[in-house]
């Protein structure tokens, strides 16, 4: 549901590579910005280059002895212009962390990810007639992780009625965003929520323009590989 492509599409873009050696008429293991893009430069199918770049960027993380993240951690620096020291590279900032829906699972995976150096997590809610248990969940990890930044992720669940009844709470919990609120999103807001919100499925279809994104506190764009 997040790419334009088709299976068959996508088998069909990475056929010509198909039998050809790295850095021999095919792409090569990435070592930088230029060699991640020139790999996946002439493919048509945003399917097939993401598919593509993971297997590149994991293979030249095993040949480096070093984990994927940090090779794009690596190029990310590089893009920006910006040396990159490892010793004092923001994992929290890069990295954030899916916690279960389990809320005593929630907290021992927060935990590990929090002693790994991970200061952001996010939680998936609006399941149905779920939400006192989401809303505990998240308190639990606000008190207990009180420097981690946290994300939301509704996936336009919430009707508008419910989101303004559970606002108030929302605002409590100190956000980073809350992401794709409710159907129609941005305009299914009558007015602002009042917490920072994120686009993600919104940019499968459009790009809102700058004035509704202004209005209703729009933060971030949550950008998939085959966006």
Do not use: C, H, M
């Given at each position: 549901d997040y790419s334009p492509d088709s299976l068959d599409e996508a088998f069909a873009a990475l056929a010509p590579l198909v039998g050809k050696r790295l850095g021999d008429g095919g792409p090569r293991a990435p070592e930088s910005a230029h060699d991640l893009w020139s790999g996946t430069?002439?493919?048509?199918?945003?399917?097939?280059?993401?598919?593509?770049?993971?297997?590149?960027?994991?293979?030249?993380?095993?040949?480096?002895?070093e984990p994927a993240w940090w090779l794009l951690a690596r190029i990310h620096a590089e893009l920006q212009g910006a040396e990159f020291d490892g010793a004092t590279f923001d994992r929290g900032r890069a990295v954030a962390a899916l916690l279960p829906r389990d809320p005593k699972r929630a907290i021992e995976h927060a935990a590990r990810a929090h002693a790994r150096?991970?200061?952001?997590?996010?939680?998936?809610?609006?399941?149905?007639?779920?939400?006192?248990?989401?809303?505990?969940?998240?308190?639990?990890?606000?008190?207990?992780?009180?420097?981690?930044?946290?994300?939301?992720?509704?996936?336009q669940s919430f009707s508008s009625h419910e989101l303004w009844q559970r606002l108030p709470a929302l605002r409590e919990l100190e956000l980073e965003w809350f992401e794709e609120p409710v159907p129609k999103f941005p305009r299914g807001l009558e007015k602002p929520a009042g917490v920072p919100l994120a686009l993600d499925e919104t940019l499968q279809s459009e790009v809102p323009s700058e004035a509704p994104l202004l209005e209703h506190g729009v933060s971030a764009f949550v950008l998939k590989p085959t966006t």
């Open positions: 430069a002439g493919l048509t199918s945003p399917s097939a280059g993401f598919a593509l770049e993971s297997a590149l960027v994991e293979l030249s993380s095993k040949r480096r002895g150096g991970i200061r952001s997590f996010k939680v998936k809610v609006g399941a149905r007639d779920a939400w006192t248990e989401e809303l505990e969940l998240l308190r639990s990890v606000r008190r207990r992780f009180p420097d981690a930044l946290l994300r939301l992720d509704a996936n």
